[in-house]
């Protein structure tokens, strides 16, 4: 089993900047297993969408959509991965969840409003 626990979202003007952060936890296999670690996220009515993935030995994919706004990174030694997000907009309001590939199954952080309003 493996437990994600995720901070740093909140409300934030148009322009602004937020740092999310996933720190996972579990058994010494999983944490030496931690495999692609990454960020959706989440809106009413729409279907979740990959905002950003990182693979162990750090490969990158961002979404169009987040491309030079958005920067994830990873500390293997913490099991972290952080999200980056300058240059907000509001369509940028979401709730964004982070996961990890621990072998063949994802875990799911419980999820974390990112709110971008006036």
């Known amino acids: 089993q493996v437990q994600l626990v995720e901070s740093g979202g909140g409300l934030v003007q148009p322009g602004g900047s937020l740092r999310l952060s996933c720190a996972a936890s579990g058994s010494s296999f999983s944490m030496a297993n931690l495999g692609n670690m990454g960020w959706y996220r989440q809106t009413p009515g729409k279907q979740r969408e990959l905002v950003a993935s990182?693979?162990?030995?750090?490969?990158?994919n961002y979404a169009n959509s987040v491309k030079g706004r958005f920067t994830i990174s990873r500390d293997n030694a913490k099991n972290t991965v952080y999200l980056q997000m300058n240059s907000l907009k509001p369509e940028d309001t979401a709730v964004y969840l982070c996961?990890?590939?621990?072998?063949?199954?994802?875990?799911w952080g419980q999820g974390t409003q990112v709110t971008v309003s006036s």
């Open positions: 990182i693979t162990k030995g750090g490969s990158i």
């Open positions: 996961y990890v590939v621990v072998q063949v199954r994802n875990y």
